[in-house]
Every structure is written in C-alpha cells, then in structure tokens.
C-alpha cells in the first residue's frame, strides 16, 4: 500500500508486465500494488530553484548573477519523463538549462549596460532561451525571476559616479533653461509696465485730475469723522484736513487741542511780521517759537485763532495793511 500526497502523481514500474506503465497515473490516495511494482512519486507542483551564477560580460568581466527558475512537470507526460530521464530531472535538466540560458543572456549585454536595462527585458531573453532549449521535455517553465546582479566594486563605483555626474549635468542644464525663462518672464513684465505707464501718463490730464478731486472732497463731505477743512491755493487746490480730535491724550472737553507744526507758524510769521506776536499775546497763548494750540475754551476761539495767525494775519496790524487810494 502506497500513498501518494496532495499535489503529487505516481508512475508505476511493472517489474514482470512491461516495465514502466505509460497509459496511466496513478492520482492522489491510497493505492494496493503487488509487492514485485513499484511506485515512483512525482511532485507535480510548481517548483522553484535558485541559483548564484557567475558570469562573463561582454567585455569580459565577471558578474555574479542570482536569479530563479519556476517549472513544473507536465501532469500528462509524467511517464515518458519517468521513462527518459527519471526522478532526477532536476540536476540532469533543470540546472543546466538555467545556468545556459543565464550566461547567454548575461553575456550579451556590457556591465553598465545591465544597471541600464529592466529586469524585464533579461527575464524574458532568459525565458526565450531555457524554451529553446528545453525543447520536447515535458517540463513546463513559467518564467525567470532576477533576484540580484553583483558587479566588481570598482566598477559598480565607477557606474554611480557616472550616473551622479549625468543627473548633475542634467540639473545644471535644467537651471539653464530656467534661468532664461525668467529672463524672458522678466522682459515681457518690463514691457508691461512701461506699457501701463504709457498709458497712464497719455490719460492723466488735468480733468482727470480736477475729477479725482472732486471725487474726494465729495467722499470727504461724506464721511462722518469731525474735521476742518482748509482748501489749498490756486483753484484747484487740493484740501488740507485737519483732525479736531486728539487720538495722543484724552480729550479735557467736548473739542481737545491740536497742536499745527511748527515750521507752519513760523512760515506765517514771516508773512505777517509783527502782527504775529500780537495776534498770539492778545489770544493769551504762547508766542509763535512754540507754535498755536487750540485750547478748551471752545470752536469758535479756535477759527478765530485760525483767522488771524493764518488767513489774515494783517487784520490786527494796520501797519502791515497797504495805505488806502486817495481819491
């Protein structure tokens, strides 16, 4: 009694009956054969063998090689290989049609050239050659798998310093084509603004001007913020708007003080000559050297203030004011 394991076949040896039985199989089970035959057990699953090939390039180098070769025995044709090779098809067949098809591939190709080429490309030239050779035997091979290819040290460093310096010169060559594209962005903005320049200074003219004016007096006027507005010299003098509220302290009443710079007051001192001083004694504020401030006492002393230091400093001075024509 013979038992024959999952994923396996027997092929049975007739010791008085013909030798090897090539019409049958004998299929997962147990199995009775007289004690004179004998049963050989087949694994007819797919199979894998590795192995570490040293091998000549083309420019005759040696390469180290791993790669492995998945096969199986046609489940049909188990007796005829029984028959012709026997049990022993792997070290008879299967090795030696790995280690050719490897070294004829491998051979064909240079050492740099294998860092180069898709594993692909070597496991189908390997597949087409272990087919060729394999021929009628009922072995059926499923592919190679290139695990690892070794190179001499030296030369595996001599590859990667060749392939840094090709992807450096790449770069550099990738900076270069940059670089003139902002070039070329930088020229086409450039153009564009003096362009929109152009235009500017063709459209800017004095309606456009006086309109834009307008435009923000008129929002000026709208705005709810308290202000005093001093309309400029010329007729289309821009406004000067002047804050009643002090935002640096807190306000001691309803109006707080603003305090115009000095350079101003000195300015309308100028004009004015004496009558300055006597404006700013009889307002009992400090002298012009500390400019004009307007104090708690209320609006209307601050335009009045206003009226004489800046508007109309000769009011007060009938000196400065030019003599009356005579009839």
Not at 300 to 311: G, Q
């Amino acid at each position: 009694m013979i038992t024959v394991g999952s994923g396996e076949l027997g092929v049975l040896y007739s010791r008085f009956f013909g030798g090897t039985v090539l019409d049958r199989v004998y299929k997962e089970g147990l199995h009775v054969i007289s004690p004179w035959n004998t049963l050989f057990v087949y694994d007819t699953r797919i199979q894998e063998e590795t192995q570490a090939i040293d091998v000549l390039t083309l420019d005759g180098l040696t390469v180290t090689v791993q790669v492995s070769l998945r096969y199986q025995v046609v489940r049909d044709s188990l007796p005829i290989l029984h028959q012709q090779i026997g049990p022993d098809y792997r070290r008879k067949i299967i090795l030696p049609i790995l280690t050719s098809a490897v070294r004829q591939t491998i051979g064909s190709f240079r050492p740099d050239a294998l860092y180069s080429t898709a594993r692909g490309e070597l496991q189908d030239k390997m597949l087409v050659d272990a087919t060729e050779e394999m021929g009628r035997i009922p072995i059926l091979i499923h592919g190679f798998v290139v695990r690892e290819i070794v190179l001499p040290e030296v030369l595996r460093t001599s590859i990667v310093e060749k392939l840094v310096a090709e992807q450096k010169y790449l770069r550099y060559h990738f900076l270069l084509l940059e670089a003139k594209e902002e070039a070329k962005r930088k020229a086409i903005e450039g153009e564009a603004v003096r362009y929109y320049q152009s235009l500017v200074n063709e459209n800017m003219t004095e309606n456009f001007l006086r309109y834009e004016g307008i435009q923000a007096t008129a929002k000026l006027a709208a705005s709810e913020n308290a202000k005093v507005v001093v309309v400029g010299s010329g007729k289309d003098g821009l406004p000067l708007i002047l804050n009643t509220q002090d935002t640096s302290r807190p306000s001691a009443g309803h109006n707080a003080g603003v305090v115009a710079p000095k350079a101003d007051v000195e300015d309308s001192g100028t004009r004015s000559g004496a009558g300055d001083s006597n404006s700013s004694a009889d307002a009992g504020g400090p002298g012009p050297e500390s400019g004009w401030r307007m104090r708690s006492s209320g609006f209307v002393e601050f335009l009045e203030r206003l009226d004489k230091v800046l508007l109309n400093p000769a009011k007060n001075n009938p000196q400065a004011m030019p003599p009356a024509a005579t009839k």
